[in-house]
């Protein structure tokens, strides 16, 4: 199969072709079957081809394949939105928009901060991922790739460590950089948000310091900053929870969704505080295929699925299951290049490292084709991609995610 007409700008992880799968596992092509450790870099807590998820997009199917809201509203959009608004665990009216991805929510975010603050400035923090479209760019905490050769992005944008036991950087740190920052970069008047993730993902499954978050979030209220979660990647139940920022005791203005918000199907969406979302002029907000009918049936049926017990269920039997066998590893030990655990919950990378602690990339690129020869695919993550990052679907099967466990072991056993 011809792969001629793709752009080349497009980096593969895995050069094969799948065909088709079925909850944690996928077949390619040729008929060889892996156990899926990357779904769809997070979009499939449910697994491939959930069968509420398949019956709610064959039955809309047959009802109404698309309409642009702005045009004229459709009952799946609304009943979503009143869906999702209720699903958001804060204490204050919640409003929102639908979106095609997480890269536009946060697009539209800093609209939407900027009309409520009259402010441009935006922080954002070190190995940081909030998209690929030029403003998100920006965002991001590391260049290569994504900021190479596309010369001056949008700004104003400054960046902060990020802290957490994941990484080393400290709480204190972090509130010194931070110090630094208004005395000698910004006005503090002139920022209109702070976006951070509330546990890393494209930086290595890095898990935000409680105390750092709770610290932030003060600092926001006080100065009358606006504080952004992206939920993209730790959202909809990957931590064992609804959402990350959860286990952080904060209540973010704006919150960003996409990825496992849809059961695999294209969607996205910004919610938060009611009086944020409505400040801009009508027509300000809006787009014509956000919120396609068949993406909100599917996520109905994705946020059927995901009660609060089931999702408490499948993170801490997921969780359990990593944490035991990662124990075990590191006791015999199983590789001189295990690293460190990082993370929370079923969201878990593990750090492949020399002794000194500096990371091996080398052995990371090697463990990914002794995988996925062996039958499981995994993804990287890290500024040194040298971090492997565990998004097994919720709904796997223990005795899948023991043998895709059990593959992952021998094939470290092998790095050299």
């Not at 466990?405 to 790095?415: G, S």
Request: charged share 20%; proline share 5%.
């Amino acid at each position: 199969m011809s792969r001629e007409t793709i752009s080349q700008s497009i980096s593969i992880v895995h050069p094969i072709s799948l065909s088709h799968g079925k909850n944690a596992e996928v077949w390619d092509t040729t008929g060889k079957r892996y156990i899926d450790f990357v779904g769809g870099i997070g979009v499939l807590n449910l697994g491939h081809c959930h069968p509420g998820v398949v019956e709610a997009i064959r039955e809309q199917a047959t009802r109404l394949t698309h309409y642009a809201f702005n045009a004229a509203p459709h009952a799946p959009y609304i009943e979503l939105m009143d869906r999702l608004c209720a699903f958001i665990p804060v204490d204050y009216a919640v409003s929102g928009m639908l979106t095609n991805s997480g890269a536009e929510a946060a697009e539209n975010a800093l609209k939407i901060v900027r009309g409520a603050t009259g402010r441009t400035a935006v922080i954002a923090f070190d190995g940081a991922f909030h998209g690929r479209t030029l403003a998100t760019l920006n965002l991001n905490g590391k260049v290569a790739p994504y900021k190479q050769k596309v010369g001056v992005l949008p700004g104003p944008v400054y960046h902060l460590p990020y802290p957490s036991a994941d990484n080393g950087v400290t709480c204190a740190e972090a509130l010194k950089a931070m110090d630094r920052l208004f005395s000698v970069e910004i006005d503090v008047n002139d920022v209109a948000c702070f976006i951070i993730e509330p546990v890393q993902g494209e930086g290595g499954f890095l898990a935000l310091d409680i105390e750092f978050a709770q610290a932030l979030h003060r600092f926001c209220d006080d100065k009358n900053i606006l504080l952004i979660a992206d939920e993209i990647q730790s959202g909809f139940g990957r931590t064992g929870q609804r959402f990350a920022f959860s286990r952080l005791g904060i209540k973010p203005d704006l919150i960003l969704l996409g990825k496992s918000i849809a059961g695999g199907v294209p969607l996205g969406a910004v919610v938060g505080r009611k009086a944020l979302l409505d400040n801009l002029p009508k027509g300000g907000l809006g787009g014509t295929y956000s919120g396609n009918p068949i993406a909100c049936a599917a996520a109905l049926a994705t946020l059927d699925a995901m009660t609060d017990e089931q999702l408490k269920t499948w993170g801490s039997q997921q969780e359990a299951a990593i944490v035991s066998r990662y124990t075990a590893w590191r006791e015999q030990p199983l590789s001189p290049y295990l690293g460190r655990l990082t993370g929370v919950g079923a969201m878990r990378g593990i750090e492949l490292a020399h002794a000194d602690g500096t990371p091996a990339p080398q052995q990371l690129t090697q463990l990914l084709s002794l995988a996925r020869e062996a039958g499981l695919l995994l993804m990287p993550s890290g500024k040194s991609r040298h971090i492997i990052r565990l998004l097994a679907p919720l709904t796997t099967e223990p005795a899948v995610l023991e043998q895709g466990l059990d593959i992952f072991e021998a094939c470290l056993k092998q790095l050299a």
